[in-house]
């Protein structure tokens, strides 16, 4: 699905959404969202992305502004809590924005931190979260990786380890080594395969992103050729785009883990009323944006022309990324 350029840029909504805390190192997340006809979709790519990247994220958005939403089989979806790399006593404070969340994913290798940070952080989220899953976002070598698996469950279990090595070779060499479960999430979402993990056998959970991946038919597409269980995670969304990772977590058939999806409690404000979760689980429900929040939350006017170049630049990549 291709809308030609000149109606797509009318659609076009540029947001700023503070952050309650620095996140992936920024504490402003900037978004495009569109007004299509089939709903709201969000175009996310992170500011680093070039258009080859990118472009998938615009198919997303576009997709959920123009085709309606395949069937749900669930109309609730249980949620982790999202830990970012906070000093210990901050851990409380955190946890309290996602009531009755009983798993909770801990970011750990944190560039300017040490093993013992990331030790002491899951062990003060064990404490009050039964489940603990950790996502080092590609950052430790094999070794590290496999030194960090043994120090992180000497005082409690791990459900899995997030990406704990950057390449699919070594994710393979870790499962090798370690009894904990391995999760791929930057091994799928950022491979021109994203088949490739799941056939090396490299690892126990698949981590799908909806923008990333161009949308919520690639993602279900994807699934239905995965043999491993799921998560279905944001990519520090918008509500917006949180609506269409639940929608894509709804259609599918099976759902064993809680989801990534409860990242909007880390946005002092948002465009639309954040929905709580509930006994840990969010409702699937279609998001539309207050006027006066999108209003209030628009982005400079240079920094609004910064993305409507970036939608031109990915606009001529969208038969490519679909194909």
């Given at each position: 699905?291709?809308p030609a350029l000149d109606d797509?840029?009318?659609?076009?909504?540029?947001?700023?959404?503070?952050?309650?805390?620095?996140?992936?190192?920024?504490?402003?997340?900037?978004?495009?969202?569109?007004?299509?006809?089939?709903?709201?979709?969000?175009?996310?790519?992170?500011?680093?992305?070039?258009?080859?990247?990118?472009?998938?994220?615009?198919?997303?958005?576009?997709?959920?502004?123009?085709?309606?939403?395949?069937?749900?089989?669930?109309?609730?979806?249980?949620?982790?809590?999202?830990?970012?790399?906070?000093?210990?006593?901050?851990?409380?404070?955190?946890?309290?924005?996602?009531?009755?969340?009983?798993?909770?994913?801990?970011?750990?290798?944190?560039?300017?931190?040490?093993?013992?940070?990331?030790?002491?952080?899951?062990?003060?989220?064990?404490?009050?979260?039964?489940?603990?899953?950790?996502?080092?976002?590609?950052?430790?070598?094999?070794?590290?990786?496999?030194?960090?698996?043994a120090a992180l469950t000497v005082?409690?279990?791990?459900?899995?380890?997030?990406?704990?090595?950057?390449?699919?070779?070594?994710?393979?060499?870790?499962?090798?080594?370690?009894?904990?479960?391995?999760?791929?999430?930057?091994?799928?979402?950022?491979?021109?395969?994203?088949?490739?993990?799941?056939?090396?056998?490299?690892?126990?959970?698949?981590?799908?992103?909806?923008?990333?991946?161009?949308?919520?038919?690639?993602?279900?597409?994807?699934?239905?050729?995965?043999?491993?269980?799921?998560?279905?995670?944001?990519?520090?969304?918008?509500?917006?785009?949180?609506?269409?990772?639940?929608?894509?977590?709804?259609?599918?058939?099976?759902?064993?883990?809680?989801?990534?999806?409860?990242?909007?409690?880390?946005?002092?404000?948002?465009?639309?009323?954040?929905?709580?979760?509930?006994?840990?689980?969010?409702?699937?429900?279609?998001?539309?944006?207050?006027?006066?929040?999108?209003?209030?939350?628009?982005?400079?006017?240079?920094?609004?022309?910064?993305?409507?170049?970036?939608?031109?630049?990915?606009?001529?990549?969208?038969?490519?990324?679909?194909?």
């Amino acid at each position: 699905m291709k809308p030609a350029l000149d109606d797509l840029l009318d659609r076009l909504h540029v947001v700023a959404l503070p952050m309650r805390v620095r996140f992936r190192g920024i504490t402003t997340r900037e978004v495009a969202l569109i007004e299509g006809p089939a709903g709201w979709g969000e175009f996310g790519a992170f500011v680093e992305y070039g258009p080859a990247e990118a472009a998938a994220w615009l198919a997303s958005g576009i997709e959920a502004a123009y085709r309606r939403p395949p069937p749900p089989r669930r109309d609730r979806i249980p949620i982790n809590a999202t830990v970012p790399a906070v000093p210990p006593d901050e851990v409380g404070e955190v946890l309290a924005r996602f009531p009755g969340a009983r798993t909770a994913k801990v970011k750990v290798a944190e560039p300017g931190q040490t093993l013992a940070d990331d030790v002491e952080r899951v062990n003060a989220v064990r404490e009050l979260c039964p489940t603990v899953r950790v996502d080092a976002n590609g950052g430790w070598s094999v070794e590290e990786a496999a030194r960090a698996a043994a120090a992180l469950t000497v005082d409690g279990p791990l459900e899995y380890l997030e990406q704990p090595c950057a390449t699919v070779d070594e994710l393979a060499e870790l499962r090798r080594r370690i009894d904990v479960p391995i999760a791929a999430d930057e091994s799928i979402r950022k491979a021109d395969d994203p088949l490739a993990v799941v056939r090396a056998r490299a690892a126990d959970v698949a981590v799908l992103k909806v923008a990333p991946l161009g949308g919520v038919s690639a993602l279900l597409d994807i699934a239905a050729r995965i043999d491993i269980p799921l998560v279905v995670s944001s990519a520090l969304d918008s509500a917006v785009g949180i609506g269409q990772g639940l929608t894509a977590a709804a259609a599918l058939p099976h759902l064993r883990h809680a989801c990534g999806l409860g990242t909007g409690g880390l946005f002092a404000e948002d465009v639309a009323e954040r929905a709580a979760p509930v006994d840990g689980s969010l409702a699937v429900a279609p998001v539309t944006p207050d006027p006066a929040r999108l209003g209030a939350l628009g982005a400079p006017p240079e920094r609004r022309q910064w993305w409507i170049d970036r939608v031109k630049a990915c606009h001529p990549l969208l038969v490519t990324c679909s194909e």
